[in-house]
């Protein structure tokens, strides 16, 4: 009998030491869960508000719904502080959502006013189907937004409506000249005999244009041809100069020949006035008058004047057919 008891009361304590045991451990993965589970949602918020902070609405609702979606699946529901992070995910959201809305007006805003803008620099401009093409996108992009119920909704559908009643006078005057017999010219309206007026005006300019301009080339045409005739004349003259160089030079050979000492001739400088070369453009022969001192059979210096007619041959030979010395 004292076996039995003691027996049981062995057991009691065992299961009350598993029963221990166990809520232990229990509140130890209890206490895990709600940490993990806050740095998530804290973790999914942040990510939601950067997101939406770069208008990136469709990423930061995703971050949401993750965080959501980890609350759903935790065994701590019911718990306070389960309860108490759902309501921070839906805080979060609505923040999202005010923020969406907000970027939404914004946008809707600034579209519509460069819609009409554009709308009516396009009017301005007679091209009314473009002018009402862009007012019609204007409609269509807030007809289309998510804030179909909102008082801006319909402050914008006004304010177009207001865009197409700007437009619609001008089209009424447009087609009216048109009928009348003006025309649009370079993005204004003007009457016919303008538009002639303007267009021979322009011709006769153009005329006086192209003929100054024609003078302008030919002037340079001149100038060009008068610039070449002196090149060409100066690199005669430099020819002619360097020719009658050679035939004087070359004369000299053909002194020397007549010459008792060749090797004594002194001849005068090319450039004095004792140096005279005569071109014959008929027999284009060069005819050289100088002097030349040479020693005579005697070794005494005799000064002769000297004529030698003479023309460029073949290659750089010269040939002579006249030299004589007094």
Known sequence: MVRIVGG???????????????????????GMERDRLTRVVDEQISTAKAKADAFNFDAAVGALDKAAKELADSFLSGEYLHDELVNKVEVARSDVSKK????????LTRLVDEQISTAMAQAEAYD?????????????EVGDSFLPNELLHDELIDKIQVGRNDIRPLQVDYHKKIRDGWIVFEGRLIRGFEHERILAERKKQAEQHERR???????????????????????RLAAAEKAKTDAFFMSQEFVKKK????SSAKFPVFRSSDVTVIYDDDTRKYTVLAWVEAQNPFGVYLRSSYMC??????GNLWRSDFTSLD
Not at 21 to 27: A, E, I, Q, R, T
Not at 309 to 314: Q, V
């Open 128 to 140: 009314f189907d473009a002018a009402v093409g862009a007012l019609d996108d204007a409609a269509n």
């Open 259 to 262: 010459l008792k000492v060749p």
């Open 213 to 235: 301009r024609r003078e302008e080339d030919e002037r340079r045409r001149e100038l060009a041809r008068q610039a070449e005739l002196r090149r060409q004349e100066e690199e």
């Open 100 to 107: 969406r809305m907000a970027e939404e007006r914004d946008r």
């Open 8 to 30: 049981m009361v062995g057991a009691a304590v065992i299961l009350i030491i598993v029963v221990v045991v166990y809520g232990h451990v229990s509140n130890k993965k209890k």
């Open 309 to 314: 007619t003479l023309w460029p041959a073949e």
